[in-house]
């Protein structure tokens, strides 16, 4: 059984700083590629970013470049999302997604076969 794991959301200021983890389970994770999607109440669920299964290519939506840094630790089955210079409008249910090698874009929600439960991001203004 396929099991991810968000954890770390929480409450933060506007400029601060949070690290979420995805830990996965039930699946060989090198295999992998990983996303990061969000959804803020009212809005469809979006792209964040995503990284391959190596960790040699990382992907970003232009709202988080430059703050957001995705990372992957093989060893762990983990996943992690460094999220600095934080603004309300991050605020959002924060989900990591798996998927297997296929030639959809990263950013297609379609092409995750799994998903976690998310994690609850708030930034306060």
């Known amino acids: 059984q396929v099991q991810l794991v968000e954890s770390g959301g929480g409450l933060v200021q506007a400029g601060g700083s949070l690290r979420l983890s995805c830990a996965t389970s039930?699946?060989?994770?090198?295999?992998?590629?990983m996303g990061w999607f969000r959804q803020a109440p009212g809005k469809e669920r979006e792209f964040v970013t995503a990284?391959?299964?190596?960790?040699?290519?990382?992907y970003y939506a232009n709202s988080v470049k430059g703050r957001f840094t995705i990372t992957r630790d093989n060893a762990k089955n983990t996943v992690y999302l460094q999220m600095n210079s934080l603004s309300p409008e991050d605020t959002a249910v924060y989900y990591c997604?798996?998927?297997?090698?296929?030639?959809?874009?990263?950013?297609?929600?379609?092409?995750?076969?799994?998903w976690g439960q998310g994690t609850q991001v708030t930034v306060s203004s």
């Open positions: 990284i391959s299964w190596s960790g040699g290519s990382v």
């Open positions: 039930g699946l060989t994770f090198s295999e992998y590629g």
């Open positions: 997604a798996a998927r297997e090698k296929t030639r959809y874009g990263w950013a297609s929600r379609a092409s995750y076969s799994y």
